[in-house]
């Protein structure tokens, strides 16, 4: 749970570990032994007074999505055995509604893809892509934080779709997955001392949409390279949440080559989960879309984790392990 609200950058202080007994479900709940944690940044956002539900005081457990699998239950919808979704925050053995739980098809994919690239972090690309950004084949696509959950997938989906997609991300290793593996055509990092120079050769005939999930000095360079008529699919701004002063791009870019800025949220569009889920199955399964996780173990890591995931040392979907996965071997 939170001890305290943090501070720019989340220590292990600001969280406090408690342990006891896991209470019985009730009619119309469900015990659950939570197998992964996901770390998202959204997180963060709630830590600084984000609006999530549940607000974040000290003494709160702290809110997130996990995957688990049903100890005992008493809602006819769930068994002992079925794998679920939830938001169930960082906990080992909550006790939910079974009205806050979704079982997770199996044959899709592993369980940990259900809070990853067959969860919310990859049907929020499919929606700023597909609604917003629109790439047509051989537009340039920038997206930002291109390795991370949401990134990795923005980008597969422009390279599907026909586009040149540059990818920025946070150091030399980072970028050499994004183009080996993700299929990028370029990318560059935000942390070379050349970075809006490098940014700019990338795109020598500038940004027709661009994949906004960090705000700051990234989308200041990228918003430099817009060209008439671009789109920017506001993601996010996890170089904003936890930096008050953190300075964000001019818009006399938008101004001047007409440019469409959008926001979105997943929220909206969780409606659409089963077709961007069957669409993504299918494009794992012919091998034109990868995925990375990267798998922290206890949750008395999770605070250093989640730190580490906003600082960028994970490379893929940051989630801590709680629990043996039966699944795996
Ligand atoms: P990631 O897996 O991408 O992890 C966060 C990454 O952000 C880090 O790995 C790091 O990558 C990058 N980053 C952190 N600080 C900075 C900085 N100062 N400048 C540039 N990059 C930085 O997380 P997610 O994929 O889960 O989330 C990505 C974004 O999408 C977030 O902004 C999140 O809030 C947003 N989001 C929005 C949703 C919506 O509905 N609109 C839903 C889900 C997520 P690197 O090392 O490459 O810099």
Redesign the pocket.
Known sequence: MLARLPQGVPQDADFTLLEGPAATPAAGEVLVRNLYLSM???QR?WMAGGSYGVTATPGATVIGRAVGEVVASGDARFAAGDFVFGETGWQTLPVVSGDALEKIDTTLGPVSTAVGVLG??GL?AWVGISDIGQPRAGETVVV????????SVAGQIARIRGARVVGV???AQ?CAFAVEHLGYDACVS?RSAGFAAELALACRSGVDVYFD??G???SAAVFALLRQDARVAL?????EYGDAAARGPNMKHVLSNQALVRG????RNLARMPEYRAQAAAWIHSGELKYREDITAGIEHAPAAFRG????R?LG??LVRVGDDPTRG
């Not at 930002?144 to 990134?151: D, P, Q, R």
């Not at 979105?264 to 929220?267: E, L, M």
């Not at 995931?309 to 960028?312: E, F, I, N, P, S």
């Open positions: 998202d940044p959204y956002s919310s972090p929020t930002s934080a291109a390795t991370g959950a949401v990134g991300a946070g150091d980072k935000h999930n960090t700051g000095a990234v993601c996010g701004l996890v170089a979105f949220s997943v929220r995931m906003l600082a960028g994970n979907k940051a």
